[in-house]
């Protein structure tokens, strides 16, 4: 299994700049969760799918800030316009749907993204 | 969400055994306490998770107070690799959203 895959692994863009950030979940996981983590808050939850369709996106920071998901494999994050204060690492996780006492999330090596 | 609270920070000695505190004083009868760890420069990764009795794996083992107000990740022997962000989170069966606090960070010293 190759895991969660995200892309890109590192961007740099200028204020203003619409970015997209991509991932492909598990093969088989019902749960994908966008993280995001800088130094100053540390890992914060973004949004989450369940089933490919939106089921708290309350920690999205503002209205530049979107999710999709439009099938199981795949989901975007996208910025626009971006600022630099969204500089920052994003993390995409999925989770399998088990048994009560499971759900490990599996992460990705992250997309780090840098605003100038 | 159920809160947990961890020191910011710890110490050990490489080879030696590390215990991780966290309380959860909060916890309802049907949380699952999990814990994960973030290495420098990778997302964080699934350690162990249990609900009232303690539990072993290759990696770490859990031991939980008979109150489940509190828990402990125990590191048998730690490497120089086990240096890291060590999260404590509780988890409804509901699996519903997965909220990270600050963590412990922990360094091994050689």
């Known amino acids: 299994d190759a895991g969660v895959i995200q892309s890109p692994r590192h961007e740099v863009t200028e204020m203003g700049q619409e970015v997209t950030l991509r991932c492909k979940p598990i093969s088989g996981h019902d749960y994908l969760f966008w993280y995001r983590q800088t130094m100053m808050r540390g890992l914060e939850l973004l949004i989450y799918?369940?089933?490919?369709?939106?089921?708290?996106d309350s920690g999205m920071p503002e209205d530049r800030f979107s999710a999709k998901m439009p099938n199981a494999s795949f989901s975007t994050l996208k910025i626009q316009p971006s600022e630099p204060r969204d500089s920052a690492v994003y993390f995409c996780a999925s989770s399998p749907t088990g048994g009560r006492d499971t759900g490990e999330l599996f992460f990705g090596e992250g997309s780090r993204l840098t605003v100038l | 969400d159920a809160k947990t609270t961890q020191p910011n920070s710890m110490e050990s000695n490489e080879e030696e055994p590390v215990h991780l505190p966290c309380n959860h004083s909060?916890?309802?009868?049907?949380?699952?306490i999990h814990w994960y760890r973030q290495l420098p420069s990778q997302g964080p990764e699934y350690v162990i998770h249990?609900?009232?009795s303690n539990v072993n794996n290759r990696m770490a083992s859990l031991a939980i107070a008979e109150d489940r107000k509190s828990s402990t990740l125990i590191l048998h022997r730690a490497t120089l690799r086990d240096a890291a962000v060590y999260y404590c989170?509780?988890?409804?069966?509901?699996?519903?959203?997965?909220?990270f606090g600050p963590g412990t960070s922990l360094s091994v010293i050689p």
């Open positions: 989170i509780l988890r409804e069966t509901s699996y519903d959203k997965v909220i």
């Open positions: 799918f369940n089933n490919n369709v939106p089921i708290d």
């Open positions: 909060t916890i309802s009868g049907t949380d699952y």
């Open positions: 249990g609900l009232t």
